[in-house]
């Protein structure tokens, strides 16, 4: 949405929110490119229709996010990409949506896949019976789900997450939760899913689940791998395809 031609906004309880939310998506969209000036903060006050006290607690909230930078007598301007906190949960949305050249998906498989093969390793050393029972739990309900793509989809992150904990990795699985979420809700990651490409998806689960069970780290780590990276590969091709 663009700054200058944007609609009137709602007025929410925190007018900031919407300040912040169109001020981050002009700049991860690139129409307010890196290096730019953003607007003086009596300009932001017009077009928003906010106080000044709301503009300044955006713009800091913005700095702190790495998107802009302000500097006495120089105003404030967008700051370099590489200076974006991708795994601020605002910035990270802006940059899926606005993500044509499927970049920033590709950087979060590869984040996601390089934990969960390291998780899984670990997990297959040390996970007790108990734990082992709970992944077994997991994979039957992923069993009698495997005709309803929608509800598969949900006990997928659930089955994923019985590995994670496992693992004992807490650091490593609060990264994989503040990110993948936002990937599941992308179309360009998780577009409509058929029945088959389900069948082919719990066939991994299968076999991340055996390699588990026979206490096989390098082949638990092949085959998180292999179901990860696969099935992503396969959809990016697929939407490339179309385009």
Request: with cysteine; aromatic share 4%; glycine share 6%.
């Amino acid at each position: 949405m663009s700054l200058v031609n944007a609609p009137a906004l709602p007025r929410p309880s925190r007018l900031g929110i919407a300040v912040l939310e169109t001020l981050t998506d002009n700049i991860v969209s690139g129409e307010l490119p890196p290096g730019s000036t953003l607007p003086t903060n009596p300009e932001l006050c017009i077009a928003f229709g906010v106080s000044r006290t709301v503009v300044r607690e955006s713009l800091k909230l913005m700095e702190e996010k790495g998107l802009i930078r302000a500097k006495q007598g120089q105003g404030t301007t967008v700051a370099p990409r590489n200076q974006w906190n991708l795994l601020d949960p605002l910035v990270l949305q802006s940059a899926i949506r606005y993500d044509e050249n499927l970049e920033i998906l590709d950087n979060l498989i590869d984040v996601r896949v390089s934990l969960e093969c390291l998780m899984v390793k670990k997990a297959a050393l040390t996970m007790t019976d108990e734990q082992l029972g709970d992944l077994r739990a997991s994979l039957e309900v992923l069993e009698s789900l495997r005709d309803d793509p929608d509800r598969y989809l949900v006990a997928d992150t659930e089955y994923h997450d019985v590995i994670l904990v496992s693992s004992g990795n807490q650091l490593g699985r609060s990264v994989i939760r503040s990110i993948h979420p936002f990937a599941r809700a992308s179309t360009r990651y998780n577009p409509k899913v058929e029945v088959a490409e389900i069948q082919i998806s719990h066939k991994g689960h299968v076999e991340i689940f055996d390699r588990i069970a026979a206490h096989d780290e390098e082949g638990a780590s092949q085959a998180m791998y292999q179901h990860i990276m696969g099935s992503w590969v396969e959809r990016k091709n697929a939407r490339l395809l179309k385009n």
